[in-house]
């Protein structure tokens, strides 16, 4: 059975589902610098599969670059799936749970701003990578901590709780990885700039990526925090993203 807090964030970008492709800029910038560094590998072909598909943006990236080559794209959002292109191979599952046995092992398993999600990001990412076939290749991508470092300076200069959602540590991630695997890790620093700073966090909740295990501010206490955003003149907000890529 799915956890209650997964069953609630899968139910919210099931309801974005169709504004995400409108408003997922990052994911879409991220998307085609993935598919293009697993264009750089001669990965071979075999069972491709997306992981937290989505709408679709890597997966599509993927097929697009690698003619011939179709992707498997699970995500535990069917409105999400019905979001995908006709004829296009979709399996709705909870990524919490063990991936399943398919006829062959994967040769490349891609995932991108999904892990954070998870109940156990690097409990997963560990168990990805033992599933991919003896030479098969990880790619992923997933916002880090030290993400969002305004929002919480903003809510502690606020005397509020930060209902940021937490993101795993880089080294989290990396100690559950065998050292020789990785063939690429990177760390990409986003800003986005807004008029006002609660405009910063409005593409997230259009998105769908608004869950949080925070009880939500009211709307005296948004105010507060947005008076105590960090350089009011230009408020900012940074995102912190591993790019991983691994080799079995
Ligand atoms: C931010 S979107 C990323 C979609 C796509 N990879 C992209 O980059 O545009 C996160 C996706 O993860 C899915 N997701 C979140 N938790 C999940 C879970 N436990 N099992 C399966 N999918 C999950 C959501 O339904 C959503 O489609």
């Known amino acids: 059975m799915t956890d209650p807090w997964s069953q609630r964030v899968m139910e919210r970008f099931g309801r974005s589902a169709d504004r995400y492709d409108g408003a997922a800029e990052l994911q879409r910038a991220m998307a085609r610098q993935l598919a293009e560094r697993c264009r750089r590998e001669a990965i071979p072909r075999g069972l491709w599969v997306d992981l937290g598909s989505g709408t679709g943006l890597l997966a599509d ?17 069917d409105a999400m799936l019905r979001r995908h292109k006709q004829l ?6 909870d ?3 063990p991936l399943p046995e398919w006829s062959a092992a994967p040769v490349l398993l891609s995932s991108s701003f999904v892990l954070h999600w998870l109940t156990d990001p690097a409990r997963c990412l560990q168990h990805w990578f033992e599933r991919l076939d003896q030479g098969g290749w990880l790619i992923l991508a997933v916002p880090v901590a030290g993400s969002f470092q305004q929002w919480h300076q903003a809510a502690e200069r606020a005397g509020l709780p930060c209902t940021a959602l937490s993101f795993p540590a880089v080294d989290e991630l990396l100690d559950v990885l065998p050292g020789a695997a990785v063939r690429h890790h990177r760390l990409h620093r986003f800003s986005r700039r807004a008029q006002r700073p609660l405009e910063l966090l409005r593409p ?4 769908g990526a608004g869950s949080s295990r925070h009880a939500p501010l009211q709307p005296g206490q948004w105010r507060r925090l947005a008076r105590a955003w960090p350089d009011t003149g230009t408020p900012t907000l940074t995102w912190h993203v591993l790019s991983l890529m691994l080799k079995r």
Do not use: F, Y
């Not at 296009?88 to 599952?93: D, E, G």
């Not at 997230?204 to 998105?207: A, E, L």
């Open 61 to 77: 990236d993927l097929e697009q670059l690698h003619p011939g080559q179709r992707v498997l794209r699970v995500d535990g959002s």
């Open 95 to 97: 990524l919490n749970k």
């Open 88 to 93: 296009a191979r979709t399996s709705c599952l």
């Open 204 to 207: 997230m909740n259009t998105i």
